[in-house]
């Protein structure tokens, strides 16, 4: 829990590095084999935290969404639904978050970020007018998304020239995210960081 704390802090100063932009600065991403139960870990998410619920084809989704979103309202904290804006509409979240290669033509309603991969998955997702991008992976990371680390030199120039805030996902626990200070970031994302 106080690693929980600590990251939280650190993904403030970033934000605050960064000019502040009005977006969270910590995002808890699910994963269905890492944090099986996002509930439990939604219970205990310091207040102003973002969720980005993605158990993408999950047969309990639309249930374990209105329970998040009736979690993040009694906490405050910011739900966003992936790749579902009519999941999102129909729970009561935030908004949406768009994985790279589902990224829509037009912006939907509320708070949307989007995953990036690159500089051209970046300049496609400022385009769309989203809020922020999470850029991933910085570092080593147990995902399974078979993307090769960017590096804290690259992700940093990257987070430097985007037009849209850039969140860091990928291998960020309290102790890596020291390391974000001063390359440009609006804040950290984790998946295993919170399990």
């Known amino acids: 829990m106080s690693s929980i704390h600590a990251l939280a802090g650190l993904a403030r ?15 808890f991403v699910t994963d269905p084999e890492r944090t099986p139960d996002p509930l439990a870990v939604a219970r205990r998410l310091p207040r102003g935290t973002a969720i980005i619920y993605r158990h993408f084809g999950a047969p309990e989704r639309a249930q374990i969404a209105r329970n ?13 639904i992936a790749a579902d804006p009519t999941l999102a509409q129909r729970v009561g979240a935030d908004g949406v ?5 589902r990224l829509p033509r037009t912006r939907s309603a509320g708070l949307v970020t989007a995953a990036a991969h690159d ?44 037009a849209v805030p850039v ?5 960020i626990t309290a102790d890596t995210a020291k390391r974000l200070a001063g390359r440009g970031f609006a804040g950290c994302a984790g998946v295993e960081a919170f399990a």
Do not use: K, M, Y
């Open 13 to 27: 100063r970033l934000n605050h590095e960064r000019g502040a932009p009005a977006i969270p600065s910590l995002f």
């Open 68 to 80: 998040l979103a009736s979690i993040a309202r009694s906490r405050g904290l910011v739900l966003l």
């Open 97 to 101: 978050h768009w994985p790279q290669v």
């Open 119 to 162: 500089a051209d998955s970046l300049t496609r997702a400022a385009n769309l007018g989203v809020d922020a991008c999470l850029l991933a992976p910085v570092l080593p990371t147990n995902s399974s998304s078979g993307n090769a680390p960017l590096g804290l030199f690259r992700a940093g120039q990257l987070a430097q020239r985007s």
């Open 167 to 171: 969140i860091a996902l990928g291998g």
